[in-house]
């Protein structure tokens, strides 16, 4: 029997619902409960899959290829569920799904309206793909009071008057201040928040407060008398000087007790924080510190790369160093400033992306970290780079480049248009960008005795892509030839998804997108061989 938990959040956006709804779900699978959580974003595209890093941060991809909020990597990180394409809904994807039905009449000729058509399928969305989960999280995305979350907030009270109250709980995470000039904690702000969610039918169980500094007593009652909620389910959550010690916080505050006595249960078994704790003491008292440059294109916003800054976070953790991040916009490094600029770096990391805009200077970067030996590693369009550079720098083809970027150009890297998954031909478009990638999980067969087949210790690799463009694999001899081999290929060989230099210390790049499968009690073993390298560097 399923038991729902809806999380909103109040006041301010960027307060932390993933990761604390991420936390809470750690805390019930940890104490035996099998836990499923999922997200619901107001914004009325189908997914961020077309939308701008800069807009939204990063797309992250499931297994099963969906194009999801960033949210759910957090969700697989803290409990190592992995997401499903039913476990992310936008307002943009429930609209569609309505207006399909209304052309093919499946309303039967009824007004088509927000109540009750779009709270449905809120409500189908809620309950859809649920077996034998104990608990549902459901992260609504928002302010409580934006127009956008409204159908949102009446949906999930419709389906706690539907399941009953018994069976759904509900969460309030919101800001609580700290003004220094009066030197006080004010509760106004969560006041005004839980009044206008109750305007709404929503009485929350549990106020989650997050704060600066620690809140007094006498502000907790103050919270709970003008909130309507019991004293011990104020849960404080001051900011925490890494992640990983977000899951110690709320058990310390007992927010997964307050849960489960409301549901009226028990933990099953006892629950271990030692990793967690592990984890936090490395990565707060390690002293070594290795810096890495990550070049790219949207350095200024550092949730572009969420994934990507954990996994490197968690290759640190696993080899007892410190990672430093050095951004490097890549349309501002020029080929005169790169040795400068990369001097002092122990590893290069070119990321994903799209388009032309600062692709030379990624170019720059790769080929300073072949010819000066410095570990490299480049992912889905980092690779590709890395392709383009070898090919005008040792195979001297001089106009070599991407079709997506050059329609003129040698193309090394051309649009893919048709690819076999599962037995099944999948054609690609150039007429729409939304869905014509090759999205999730892939395989790759691993040349024997390749540095790649050392790092997974196996034959082939399952990971997750998020790419349309592919390397021309007819140009492979000419490659391995002058020393970049193909160490991984699809298992009917005709698409290369890693290349390494074989007289370089560590170069690898990868057509897919290891990040999204690393965790911090299980870093991604292509991250701990990097970090290891650039480690040993000089």
């Given amino acids: 029997m399923a038991r729902y938990i809806f999380v909103t959040g109040g006041v301010v956006s960027s307060l932390g619902k993933g990761l604390s709804s991420a936390s809470l779900a750690y805390l019930l699978k940890s104490q035996g409960y099998k836990v499923r959580i999922r997200k619901m974003d107001p914004y009325l595209n189908v997914d961020p899959g077309t939308m701008s890093p800069f807009q939204h941060g990063e797309v992250f991809v499931t297994n099963d290829g969906a194009e999801t909020d960033l949210d759910l990597g957090h969700y697989e990180r803290f409990t190592n569920i992995s997401a499903k394409k039913s476990d992310n809904i936008t307002t943009g994807r429930i609209y569609s799904d309505i207006i399909k039905k209304e052309r093919k009449g499946k309303y039967l000729g009824k007004t088509v309206q927000v109540i009750p058509h779009v709270t449905d399928r809120i409500r ?52 609580v201040p700290f003004l220094k000039s009066s030197d006080e904690i004010k509760t106004k702000p969560t006041q005004h928040s839980v009044k206008e969610l109750r305007s709404l039918g929503i009485q929350p169980d549990i106020i989650i407060c997050r704060s600066q500094k620690s809140i007094p007593l006498d502000q907790r009652k103050k919270i709970s008398l003008f909130c309507n909620v019991d004293i011990e389910n104020v849960i404080e ?24 006595k409301y549901f009226k249960l028990k933990p099953k078994k006892k629950i271990n924080l030692l990793p ?28 572009a790369y969420k994934s990507l800054d954990e996994a490197l976070i968690h290759g640190g953790i696993n080899n007892n160093v410190k ?8 349309d501002k490094l020029k080929p005169s400033q790169v040795s400068n600029v990369l001097k002092n770096v122990s590893g290069v990391l070119i990321p994903g992306g799209f388009g032309k805009r600062g692709t030379e200077g ?19 369009f980092g690779m590709q780079m890395a392709v383009i550079e070898f090919a005008r720098n040792i195979l001297k083809i001089n106009d070599a480049g991407s079709s997506e970027l050059d329609k003129k ?14 037995g099944s031909l ?10 014509t990638m090759r999205l999730g999980l892939y395989e790759a067969k691993l040349r024997h005795n390749s540095l790649i087949q050392k790092i997974y210790k196996s034959k082939s690799i399952l990971e997750r892509h998020r790419h349309r463009y592919e390397v021309n694999r007819n140009l492979k001899n000419k490659f391995e030839n002058k020393g970049m081999i193909f160490s991984g290929m699809s298992p009917d060989d005709k698409l290369p998804e890693i290349i390494e230099i074989k007289n370089h210390p560590w170069f690898i790049g990868v057509q897919y997108h290891p990040e999204f499968k690393s965790r911090p009690l299980t870093p991604h073993p292509l991250f701990s061989s990097f970090i290891k390298a650039a480690k040993f560097y000089k």
């Fill in 124 to 175: 189908e969305f809620i309950k859809d793909d649920i077996s034998n989960e104990d608990f549902v999280i459901c992260e609504i995305g928002g302010t409580v009071g934006d127009i956008e979350s409204l159908p949102f907030v009446e949906a999930i009270r419709q389906f706690s008057n539907e399941v009953g109250r018994n069976k759904s709980l509900f969460i309030h995470l919101t800001f």
């Fill in 237 to 260: 959550t001051v900011d925490v000087r890494t992640i990983y010690e977000a899951p110690i916080s709320f058990y310390n505050e007992k927010l997964d007790k307050q849960v489960l």
């Fill in 276 to 303: 967690w704790k592990k984890i936090t003491k490395t990565v707060l008292n390690t002293k070594k510190t290795i810096n890495i440059a990550i070049i790219g294109k949207y350095v200024n916003l550092k949730d």
């Fill in 323 to 330: 990672v430093n991040l050095i951004r490097i916009e890549s």
């Fill in 362 to 380: 990624k170019i720059s970067a790769i080929s300073y970290a072949r010819k000066n030996k410095i570990p490299f590693l480049g992912i889905c």
């Fill in 409 to 422: 150009c040698y193309p090394v890297v051309g649009l893919l248009s048709e690819w076999n998954k599962n």
């Fill in 426 to 435: 999948i054609k690609g478009t150039n007429k729409d960008l939304g869905g």
